[in-house]
């Protein structure tokens, strides 16, 4: 029979007294680790704690045969077994896990001594040990790894067939992350919550924020919130952590070593938070910069979320006198924080940024990016359709990882948006011909829509952003899709999904990856974010009408303001060259040659001070160089038709 693995529960539900009720200090621990004592010669003085008693034991084979323990079923197996590797495993099995329900019971009353496989021989810090999650023993993290690898009781491979993944299903096993989990969360905490706290660092910082109750309560806002995306994890985490690296810094100004988050959100303490968040974002008195200003300014942001959690708390419980404080606190960071932090923590920004080399990638790199993922795409397809069972994982996965760079990367979009482009989005994709009217369309537009796919995926800010794929990247996704069954799990949602678990793969990782081998020049510009302002930046070239920068914008998933704000960024290059006309006209003085003119059609003289080289005759800026409108529409009719198919060509290939 199985034994039974419930846990006791961990969880009660949560408490209506007063939040400043529920403080706890990690000062107040008094958890301890049980040391040897051994002196010349081991002692056998280690107790052993019953399942089913909770008692401690010296001879815990022993109690387990007496009348009180012996008709259990568990035991009634272990002295049925005749095979003594598979008895001392029962023994072991029943052994770990009364060390494991004790060890449970001390962290959940945060007093008593806990029960490690290997005791140490000095006095050792009990966030340190971690359980197993086959076998329940404690072990230091740092030998967690080391042990679950030689674990006795971890599954064979017959009962990974029955019960678990089958074997060609990778599953890369996080032992510290999964020990975490089984370790009881605070009081009060949601599962999830527990969860997203257990995946984090687990330092001092992350400690503060499981000893304070307004903080729990702020990650369970969050996790209302963003908890259905978990690539938002680390966001909500990192959030918690700002106010407790907060809450630490007015620990040690201000010599309060107990202080929680409650303790800050009075309009009485407002000059000590300001003074503490200073401190922790690493404020100098001198030059008013800051050493790390982006702390400055979300934390802002993150200590009126506690402040509204908190007064929500005090309208529940009827507290007004709690109430009130949260109004005035409130209203005090309304009126001093933005002169007292943020306009220095935003001043530091821009005395950061002002001097630093906004460097885009050449255009020959990414047309070497683009020919090598082209290429690695080709024998990406022809590997997989001709590879063995055996080597079906790692050529699908290649595969996956490049045909997600070359789609990135041919429609210049956030990674993210991409990388977690789901199944059923995929499922709904369309020729581009869909709903347009063809005569309102060029030759090259229209062959451009015979050969163009469209799907539609969730953006930022939930806006609905189209992607574009040729025929080329769906037939390697139509690949992939096929050859799904046999390396990725069914549970999995996504498009590009790791074999490795349940997540999806990073096309940050991708692009980065098939960067350094594609021979660029500068491979580390070769980055989704600076081809998104590249594309930005070309469209200046390109004179767009309004309406134009509008599609341009829409299609990368921009507000109009944002993509004029942030992404159509002007090069040095283009700023200088089209400026300085404007200057060198304004020096002499010739306003009337520049009215009703825009910037390209300003002309500059040949006697200015600029030096132009003699031989360059062909710039199309020039009048004399320039053609008769008629005879240019000419040239271009005729070589409409072949353009049409060089660019067939281009794309089919």
Known sequence: MPVDHSVPNTSPAHASASVQSAKVSSSSCSINVMTTSNNNCRKWDKPQYCKFCSQPQKKLPRHLLTPQHVNETEVQQWIATKDMKEKAN???????YGNYRHNVKVLQENKGTLIVAYRPK????????????????????DDLYRHVHRCKLRPDVEDEDETCEPPKKK??????????????GPSGVSPKVHMILSMGVDDEIL??????????????????????????????RQKLRELARLVREYRKL???????????????????????????????EDTHLYTTPSLALKVGYTLVTAAKVLMGNALLQADAGLEKKCKQFIKSYTLKWEAEVSTHALRTLKVNKRNTSRLLPLTTDVVALSNY???????GKQKLNSCSSDETLDRWKQLAEVTLTQV?????????EVSKMPLSDYKCITKGEGGIFGEGLTKWEKALCNVVWRVEINGKCNNTVPVLLTDDMKGSIDLLMEKRSQVVNDGNPYLFANPDGRGHLRATDTVRNHAQKCGAKYPDQLRLTKLRKHIAISSQIMNLKDNEVDILATFMGHDIRTHRAYYRLPDASLQVAKISKVLFSMEKGDLKAMAGKTLDDVRVDADEECNIDPDVDDDPDNEVNRPDDAVLMDEMSDKENEGVNELLCYILC
């Not at 029962?90 to 770990?96: D, S, T």
């Not at 499981?210 to 909500?236: C, F, N, P, W």
């Open 408 to 416: 990135c990367v041919f429609n210049r979009k956030r990674p993210g």
């Open 254 to 284: 201000n010599d309060h070593p107990s202080a929680s988050l409650v303790d800050l959100i009075c309009p009485t303490k407002f000059n000590e938070v300001i003074a503490a968040t200073r401190k922790a974002a690493g404020f100098n």
């Open 90 to 96: 029962l023994l072991a099995k029943m052994r770990n």
């Open 122 to 141: 000095y006095d050792v810090d009990p966030e340190e040990y971690l359980p197993c999650s086959h076998c329940y023993a404690f072990y230091s993290k």
């Open 171 to 184: 599953k890369r096993t996080l032992h510290v992350q999964t020990g975490r989990m089984m370790l009881p």
């Open 207 to 236: 400690r503060v924020v499981k000893s304070d109750r307004l903080m729990q309560q702020v990650a369970e806002r969050l996790t209302l919130k963003h908890g259905h995306d978990k690539d938002q994890y680390s966001y909500i």
């Open 373 to 379: 993922v082209r290429k690695e795409t080709k024998e």
